[in-house]
């Protein structure tokens, strides 16, 4: 999973960031081309669009649209042919004041063939068919049965969503005999096919579409007593999701309890879906930590000198982390500090350091780049896997709020 999950992982993060800019007018230019698609065909179109943004009557949104149309086709000149999975282009004027022009292209070769081809010059950037690459297509869905309530759940990803919740008016079993208590069974028997019928229906809805679309990998059914095989065996299910049912588990609990006790249960048929994987991930490296096997390491310092050393076996990084990387350097005196810190102290610190500290220069650089991703980079050049941990497990939760998101497990100990 390394490769594609740090892939995904790094798309996801610069998706976030082109959607947290917005242009002072239709001035950022989005551009899509698809895998196999001619690009002297793109270069042609922008020289076009270079013609008619000369006519935009606004000066500053005129010079803005042509500098970015600018960079876009200088930056294709890099490219002898479209690459492999096709290419994205975001260019354009990011600058926060008005009157001040800072043009910045992102290129993006993306993890999956693009199939739209799109040019769009809006006050946002278009990453719309970025984010659909991003949404987990695999689903397996979710049924816990009891007699008197029922739940339908889809796991997607490492992510369990509730989709029903269902109850019943099936009476309890009567101790009366005679004629009364085989009418009250008989009763009691109607109620229940209606509530499996009504359980089905919902299912039937909230499964065939993921069906349709190819998405629906499996169905595994739970629930405490023999009512689960009741709810099979009676063929209530549409025919083809029927086909679709991988595991039948006992579990204790309902509602979205009763769906996670179920996945877990599950976890043998599920082995290779991501949810169980990453369980099992963080939960080795809280055995590792509580026996203090000194093959695990935390912190980005920590981790950052195993990397260094080349001692890390597999790079843990919670999508959750954002801390950023900054280095600021006086261009009078060669004066340079470097620090780790979140997105928002950064325009803190930039407002703050104003001089420099050894001559007392204004002439300062300041230069930021992503902690995660050049942490992913230097595990990937060492040849370390690279695990992405969610934010949407329990697990994934106290590995980000207890351990700040980054840890590795090491290859050897080191000192």
């Keep these: 999973m390394s490769h594609k999950s740090a892939e995904m992982y790094e798309l996801k993060k610069k998706v976030e960031e082109l959607k947290g800019y917005r242009g002072r007018a239709t001035e950022l230019v989005t551009l899509y081309v698809p895998a196999g698609y001619d690009l002297n065909k793109v270069m042609q179109q922008l020289r076009e669009e270079y013609g008619t943004a000369q006519n935009i009557k606004s000066k500053s949104t005129r010079k803005n649209v042509l500098g970015a149309l600018e960079r876009a086709m200088q930056h294709l000149k890099l490219y002898r042919k479209t690459p492999e999975t096709g290419l994205a282009l975001f260019v ?5 004041q008005e009157g001040v022009s800072d043009i910045k292209l992102w290129a993006i070769i993306p993890p999956e063939p693009l199939k739209v081809r799109l040019y769009r010059c809006d006050q946002t950037f278009i990453t719309e068919p970025l984010e659909e690459m991003l949404r987990v297509k695999d689903a397996y869905g979710l049924i816990t049965v009891e007699k008197n309530e029922a739940t339908i759940g889809v796991l997607r990803g490492k992510r369990i969503d509730v989709i029903d919740e269902l109850t019943s008016n099936v009476p309890g079993k009567t101790r009366a005999g005679g004629q009364s208590a085989r009418r009250y069974e008989r009763i009691r028997e109607q109620e229940t096919h209606e509530f499996m019928k009504r359980i089905a229906e919902h299912a039937n809805k909230a499964f065939l579409p993921l069906l349709e679309k190819g998405e629906l990998r499996g169905i595994i059914i739970g629930g405490p007593g023999p009512t689960k095989e009741d709810f099979i065996d009676g063929e209530y299910l549409h025919h083809e999701l029927r086909k679709k049912i991988i595991g039948v588990v006992d579990i204790s609990y309902s509602g979205a309890y009763g769906l996670k006790e179920l996945v877990e249960k599950a976890s043998d048929i599920l082995k290779d ?4 994987k990453e369980r099992h991930l963080i939960q080795n490296f809280f055995r590792h930590l509580v026996k203090d096997t000194g093959m695990i390491t935390y912190g980005e310092n920590e981790v950052r000198k195993a990397l260094e ?3 890390v076996d597999t790079l843990l990084i919670s999508e959750g982390y954002d801390r950023v990387r900054v280095k600021v350097k006086c261009n009078s005196c060669g004066w340079e500090e470097l620090k780790t810190m979140s997105e928002s102290e950064f325009h803190v610190y ?5 001089h420099c500290p050894k001559c007392g220069s204004q002439n300062l650089s300041f230069e930021k780049w992503d902690v995660a991703e050049e942490l992913i980079k230097m595990a990937e050049e060492s040849g370390s896997e690279v695990e992405v941990i969610s934010l949407d497990t329990e697990e994934g939760q106290q590995f980000y709020k207890a351990f700040g998101g980054i840890a590795a497990f090491l290859r ?3 000192q």
């Design 92 to 96: 354009g004027n990011v600058s926060e």
């Design 273 to 276: 879906h991501e949810a169980i």
């Design 309 to 311: 050393l080349g001692a």
């Design 350 to 354: 930039k407002k703050k350091v104003t």
């Design 412 to 414: 050897y100990k080191i």
